[in-house]
T-cell receptor, first 109, second 118 residues
Framework: NAGVTQTPKFQVLKTGQSMTLQCAQD?????MYWYRQDPGMGLRLIYY???????DKGEVPNGYNVSRLNKREFSLRLESAAPSQTSVYFC????????FGPGTRLTVL | AQSVAQPEDQVNVAEGNPLTVKCTYSVSGNPYLFWYVQYPNRGLQFLLK??????LVKGSYGFEAEFNKSQTSFHLKKPSALVSDSALYFCAVSWGWNSGAGSYQLTFGKGTKLSVIP
């Protein structure tokens, strides 16, 4: 039982490049979330998916897109990365509590 | 709109002393309150939650929190701090259970760094 897994763990991009962050959960949860964590800002919700086939914007969705591929997987895409998107990204899935993945540390140069 | 505030960026406490990490909230209706802990280079881990019932909630690793409706607070406490408790602590609030999604959607505070000094 792996819980929530994320790939990659680290990534360095140049401004304008694109990439997809992958997330998968094996707890049969309906809800999945993408957050970003910045120093002094706590966690801010980017997008969430309440169930397979649905996605909704969170607090800071600009510059991101998401896909809920199936019940297990929820990916986050940066189409044209900007330095302001340098952050640590966490995926979570939720039943009674939210369970978090280990994070992806992204640097955009 | 719901919000949660953690008024202290950092809390320092000596090992063996009691610790308190403060959290206040603003939400219409009845709040659902959570505490999470984050160790360095790790994801967040659930500690405890208040949904209803007894105002004193006990959680993992000897932590507890007290819901105080009149003061709109949900402070995290532990009677005797350990060096291994040093971490980043997040308070979170939810406006309620989303039955369609089967989950709580959370708004997080900015976090409080706890340092336990040997």
């Amino acid at each position: 039982n792996a819980g929530v897994t994320q790939t990659p763990k680290f990534q360095v991009l140049k401004t304008g490049q694109s990439m997809t962050l992958q997330c998968a959960q094996d707890m049969n949860h309906n809800s999945m979330y993408w957050y970003r964590q910045d120093p002094g800002m706590g966690l801010r919700l980017i997008y969430y998916s309440a169930s397979e086939g649905t996605t909704d914007k969170g607090e800071v969705p600009n510059g991101y897109n998401v896909s809920r591929l199936n019940k297990r997987e929820f990916s986050l895409r940066l189409e044209s990365a900007a330095p302001s998107q340098t952050s640590v990204y966490f995926c979570a899935s939720s039943g009674n509590e939210q369970f978090f993945g280990p994070g992806t540390r992204l640097t955009v140069l | 709109a719901q919000s949660v505030a953690q008024p202290e960026d950092q809390v320092n406490v000596a090992e063996g002393n009691p610790l308190t990490v403060k959290c206040t909230y603003s939400v219409s209706g009845n709040p659902y309150l959570f505490w999470y802990v984050q160790y360095p280079n790790r994801g967040l881990q659930f500690l405890l939650k208040y949904i209803t019932g007894d105002n004193l909630v006990k959680g993992s690793y000897g932590f507890e929190a007290e819901f105080n409706k009149s003061q709109t607070s949900f402070h995290l406490k532990k009677p005797s701090a350990l060096v291994s408790d040093s971490a980043l602590y997040f308070c979170a609030v939810s406006w309620g259970w989303n039955s369609g999604a089967g989950s709580y959607q959370l708004t997080f505070g900015k976090g409080t760094k706890l340092s336990v000094i040997p």
